[in-house]
């Protein structure tokens, strides 16, 4: 071999390893992205709590609506903080996971929450204060939901890549899992 067959090979060589640092980067950033949006995610969804067991306690509410809606929040709450990507969620037996906690609480709103209340509710300052608190972190919890999902399906497809898996560049992080549940509002906040 001459010199130029040498240099050519340390050519190849030096992009495919600058081409293995960029990829490994970007998924380590993708994965930042992942967390980032995992602890917003989290958030909004102790927020939207919280805004539904203040509606409960109002007494806004009829007794078996407030006791639904509060029982749905406080599950939501006590359901614990979002899993790490790729680890599964701890529950105790019994326990519902924290997307199952969420989609009950959506549900309960949606019951809850019929036109009528909502419009005898928005004619009282404190109840119409209230409803927009619930309104805006349903509105919240569904940007922050599928911008984490977003984000895992970004990394998740990088991470698919044949030169990814082969060089194992994800290294030994778990792949990161998308948050499923109802989100959708009660029909009577979005008028």
């Known amino acids: 071999m001459n010199l130029p067959e040498w240099l050519l090979g340390l050519l190849v060589l030096a992009l495919l390893a600058w081409y293995l640092s ?16 995992r602890s917003a995610l989290d958030a909004q969804l102790v927020r939207r709590a919280e805004a539904a067991v203040e509606l409960a306690g109002s007494g806004a509410l009829d007794p078996a ?3 639904l809606v509060a029982g749905a929040a406080t599950d939501a709450l006590d359901a614990g903080e979002l899993a790490d990507a790729g680890t599964p969620p701890p529950t105790h037996a019994g326990e519902p996971s924290r997307e199952t906690a969420e989609s009950d609480l ?29 309104r805006a972190s349903c509105h919240r ?45 009660p029909v009577a906040l979005t008028r």
């Open 22 to 37: 960029f990829s490994a980067a970007r998924i380590d950033r993708l994965h930042h992205r992942v967390e980032g949006g």
């Open 65 to 67: 609506s407030g006791l």
């Open 106 to 134: 959506s549900h309960a709103l949606q019951l809850a929450l019929d036109p009528d209340l909502v419009t005898a509710m928005r004619e009282d300052p404190i109840g119409a204060a209230l409803l927009e608190r619930l």
């Open 141 to 185: 919890v569904q940007l922050a939901r599928r911008f984490h999902n977003d984000a895992v399906t970004d990394a998740t497809r990088v991470r698919a890549k044949p030169i990814a898996r082969w060089a194992r560049l994800a290294g030994r992080a778990q792949a990161p899992q998308t948050f499923e549940m109802d989100d959708e509002p």
